[in-house]
């Protein structure tokens, strides 16, 4: 638990830890995150893998300097060689013996949506669901816009809690929103925002979508379908990289026939939102048991008690 923010840092689930396409055959990255040093690879083979970055012998990390081997990874400094999936040794140059305990840690990993994703959970349990697909990225109609990364303190509950915050669209943002829909489903749960295209004043990223419709799947991914005359989807990441601090990656894809001035225009007002919103997530604090007003709505309590499932039971939660 932190102060500002009185949380277990790291829930249990999926998170994306790199782009796809930025691990070759053979490249390994570092990475940090859920406060841990890890390294992502690509073995010969094709095949993503996730591992502790230290080498249990005498603590080189891999990523400087190691080298992928096969379906393996072979630490620079003493040569040990570790199968990329099980993280067991599986040769050391100088040795005829391998000692029983000589193994890196591996995370559970799966790769989909142009993303490769890796599970975490407190106890070790193994996962029980996957990120949902998206089916628009496998359709050559829809056209990546562009990426963008940002390294914000907070938390991903506090972001994922702005969604069913439906008052906010209006004052911060200056959607005219007549009603969301809020539906949980097991670790997965749908938001739909009804959009008043009506009205006079209309925030821009809203006035050409009749309908925009958010997918969550678990603590760290979600996917939003702008539908109407903007039609695009916007994956949206959340990966702890340490207590308080979180990297919060998007992705932007618009389908080809839509008019550039239309989705330029969706996808700059998508930007200037999340703009403002971010000030207020990093020097914000995390209310247990906040002041509510009636116009607020039901949905913040059922949020809250939708996203405890993701935190292990012995965990105190403080609200």
């Known amino acids: 638990m932190t102060q500002r923010i009185p949380l277990p840092p790291y829930p249990n689930g999926w998170f994306a830890i ?74 050391i140059p100088y040795a005829k013996k391998i000692p029983a305990r000589a193994a890196v840690k591996t995370w559970p990993v799966l790769e989909r949506n142009g993303l490769i994703f890796f599970h975490h959970h407190l106890e070790g349990a193994a996962p029980t669901w996957e990120p949902q697909i998206i089916p628009e990225l496998s359709d050559p109609d829809f056209v990546q816009w562009g990426k963008r990364e940002w390294e914000v303190p907070t938390h991903p509950q506090e972001i994922m809690e702005n969604g069913v915050d439906w008052a906010h669209f209006e004052t911060l943002h200056g959607w005219k929103v007549k009603k969301i829909h809020w539906t949980p489903d097991g670790p997965y749960y749908s938001l739909k925002i009804d959009v008043d295209t009506g009205a006079d004043e209309q925030a821009q990223t809203a006035a050409n979508a009749d309908e925009v419709n958010s997918y969550n799947s678990g603590p760290g991914f979600l996917f939003t379908r702008a539908v109407g005359t903007m039609h695009g989807i916007v994956v949206n990441c959340l990966t702890p990289i340490a207590p308080e601090r979180l990297r919060l990656l998007h992705i932007y894809y618009f389908h080809k026939d839509c008019a550039p001035a239309v989705y330029e225009g969706f996808m700059e007002g998508y930007l200037r939102d999340w703009a403002l919103d971010i000030p207020i997530w990093s020097t914000k604090v995390f209310r247990p048991r906040p002041v509510l007003a009636d116009g607020d709505g039901p949905h913040f309590g059922q949020f809250r008690k939708w996203y405890r499932q993701f935190y292990s039971p012995e965990v105190e939660l403080p609200f």
Not at 24 to 43: F, S
Not at 54 to 78: I, W
Request: hydrophobic share 45%; proline share 4%; glycine share 12%.
């Open 18 to 91: 790199a782009h796809a396409d930025e691990i070759a055959p053979g490249q390994i990255k570092a990475v940090t995150a859920l406060g841990q040093e890890l390294v992502v690879l690509r073995d010969m083979n094709g095949k993503a893998h996730v591992l502790d970055a230290y080498c249990p012998h005498l603590g080189a990390h891999l990523a400087q300097g190691g080298k992928v081997v096969g379906d393996a990874v072979q630490c620079p400094f003493h040569g040990w060689v570790f199968d990329a999936a099980s993280g067991q040794c599986k040769a």
